[in-house]
């Protein structure tokens, strides 16, 4: 856990600052709180500068199969030891680290009834899923900022799926599944070697990792957009230009039919597929380059700003407590690697 003060803690004093609790992206797979892009020194100096002290608490918290794996055995185990649930670790850590703020940041001036939970994509896609959790397992926080990602940008699997990616992974490792030590054994393996194994187990280049609807963990299911808990006291969430840049590897071998069929496969209307794929400009002579930018922009507005367009209207209750952006140009930072992405704007957060 990392924390960036405004000041040094004066004794006695009964200043408080409100609290941003940082969490980082990355798939749910890889990403860590102590990346040098993420020092909130320059933010919390910037605060001070401006006028509005700010106090920033940032963590690391469990990934991969790791932080999300479940199955029957892991149901099984946590019973035993008295808990809950089925896999969902990376969240219920960082749950825990949002008790521990409201435990202890007081003692370095943080106000503990003003907790903001700030993150970008696996970031801002968590705190959606707090958001659709119960009162006994979301993060304590008062508000939210999620830059390209929501609750619904990643469903949930079932258990059923869960205990597929499970089997997997213990054929994977030549491991019988079914042996009395089976959870043991897949502790013993070191956590690089876990994480190299993700995306061959999942067969996806660029994948995630997905959290597990058991049960015990949810309110409701975030896949379905729906009003924001009572509490919420402000929402801000928002995308950026080529925000399907991170699906590109999973394209680069694909086709116009092979693009059409994914298609079919989930909407089974030939005459509907082919007027989204017109709309789109996606069509049979494109070139390769020209029909994977084309395809990582109708996907990124299909998984994203769709669904910031429909979180908007469905919580417009909130009002004057609402705010949502859409950048069209990135900010003028030099390590940008992509013009407008997200990750510029974290960049530029930072710094």
């Known amino acids: 856990m990392n924390i960036v003060i405004p000041q040094s803690p004066q004794k006695n004093s009964t200043e408080q600052f409100p609290v941003i609790l940082w969490i980082h992206g990355g798939s749910l797979l890889h990403g860590s709180a102590n990346y040098g892009i993420y020092d909130a020194v320059n933010l919390v100096s910037h605060s001070v500068e401006t006028g ?29 030891n008295g808990f809950s649930g089925n896999g969902n670790f990376g969240f219920t850590d960082q749950r825990l680290a949002s008790e521990w703020i ?7 001036g943080g106000d503990v009834h003003n907790v903001s939970a700030f993150g970008h994509s696996a970031g801002a896609i968590s705190i959606g899923h707090h958001l659709a959790a119960t009162a006994n397992t979301s993060m304590l926080f008062h508000r939210a900022v999620c830059m390209s990602g929501l609750g619904s940008t990643l469903l949930c699997s079932s258990p059923e799926e869960h205990q597929a990616i499970f089997d997997a992974t213990c054929r994977f490792f030549s491991i019988d599944r079914e042996h009395p030590d089976v959870l043991d054994q897949l502790r013993r393996i070191p956590e690089q070697t876990l994480a190299n ?75 509907f597929v082919d007027a989204v794929l017109g709309e789109y400009g996606i069509t049979p002579d494109l070139s390769s380059q020209d029909l994977i930018d084309q395809t990582c922009e ?32 990135a900010p003028d930072y030099p390590i940008s690697y992509k013009a407008k992405l997200t990750m510029d704007w974290t960049f530029c957060i930072f710094s």
Request: charged share 20%; glycine share 6%; net charge negative.
């Open 52 to 80: 509005r002290p700010v106090l920033v608490v940032s963590f690391n918290y469990r990934l991969g199969l790791g932080g999300f794996l479940a199955s029957k055995q892991i149901a099984a185990e946590l019973k035993e």
């Open 102 to 108: 409201q435990k202890y940041i007081a003692q370095f």
């Open 197 to 271: 194994a993700d995306p061959i187990i999942q067969g996806v280049a660029s994948g995630t990792e997905y959290p597990c609807f058991d049960g015990w963990f949810y309110a409701r299911d975030p896949q379905y957009i729906s009003q924001t808990p009572p509490w919420l006291k402000s929402f801000l969430f928002g995308d950026v230009h080529d925000e399907g840049l991170i699906s590109k590897i999973n394209i680069l071998k694909d086709t116009y039919q092979s693009v059409r069929e994914t298609l079919l496969g989930q909407v089974q209307d030939a005459t």
């Open 298 to 329: 109708m996907g990124a507005e299909a998984v994203l700003k769709v669904e910031n367009y429909q979180t908007a209207l469905v919580n417009s209750h909130l009002e004057n407590r609402l705010f949502k952006y859409h950048s069209i140009s």
